[in-house]
């Protein structure tokens, strides 16, 4: 079990640009979940996949952002046209049926 | 709809000293609670879950928290502050039956004093 993973860690762009993040589940886990964590709050929640069926989505997800994930394996998340107000750390969790969610380790993105 | 809100952003505690950090929910109908803990650039790491068995709920690291309907709480405790508990402490609440997402509370910030 290499727990869940994601890439990059880091990653630091001019406002304007795409940027794409990966999550990579624990294996066998079908549920996968996207979150945003601003400095001094929570994680809130942005979407949320069974399998490769993407169910919910936040309020949050404004049409710059988007996520997949295909073949219901690993997962991306991208930012159209990143704005200074998307610096946040993105989390991944994935769980298998039950309760119990496991989260990556984050990336960090800094838009400037 | 279903929130959380924990009481006190910063707590201070000696070494040794007794932890209590505070959370309340409001859910429409009996929830699973969660507490996680954050230590610097890592992710969330799961303490405990309450999932309707016991009200008591004892965890790793030797915290605990109890399950309380009637005041809409589920306080995290542990008897003994070591310097490694030094983290953000976010409790979450889920609507039981469903995958769907947990909501999070805006994490309090404990600090052990030698």
């Known amino acids: 079990d290499t727990g869940v993973s994601q890439d990059p860690r880091h990653k630091i762009t001019k406002r304007g640009q795409n940027v794409t993040f990966r999550c990579d589940p624990i294996s066998e886990h079908n549920r996968l979940y996207w979150y945003r964590q601003t400095l001094g709050q929570g994680p809130e929640f942005l979407t949320y996949f069974q399998n490769e069926a993407q169910l919910e989505k936040s309020r949050l997800l404004s049409d710059r952002f988007s996520a997949e994930r295909p073949k219901g394996s690993f997962s991306t998340l991208e930012i159209q046209r990143t704005e200074q107000g998307d610096s946040a750390m993105y989390l991944c969790?994935?769980?298998?049926?039950?309760?119990?969610?496991?989260f990556g380790p984050g990336t960090r993105l800094t838009v400037l | 709809a279903q929130s959380v809100t924990q009481l006190g952003s910063h707590v201070s505690v000696s070494e040794g000293a007794l932890v209590l950090l505070r959370c309340n929910y409001s859910s429409s109908v009996p929830p699973y609670l969660f507490w996680y803990v954050q230590y610097p650039n890592q992710g969330l790491q799961l303490l405990l879950k309450?999932?309707?068995?016991?009200?008591l709920v004892k965890g790793i690291n030797g915290f605990e928290a109890e399950f309380k309907k009637s005041e809409t709480s589920f306080h995290l405790t542990k008897p003994s502050a070591h310097m490694s508990d030094a983290a953000e402490y976010f409790c979450a609440v889920r609507l039981k039956g469903t995958a769907r997402q947990l909501t999070f509370g805006s994490g309090t910030q404990l600090t052990v004093l030698p």
């Open positions: 309450y999932t309707s068995a016991a009200t």
């Open positions: 969790a994935s769980s298998p049926s039950g309760t119990r969610v496991f």
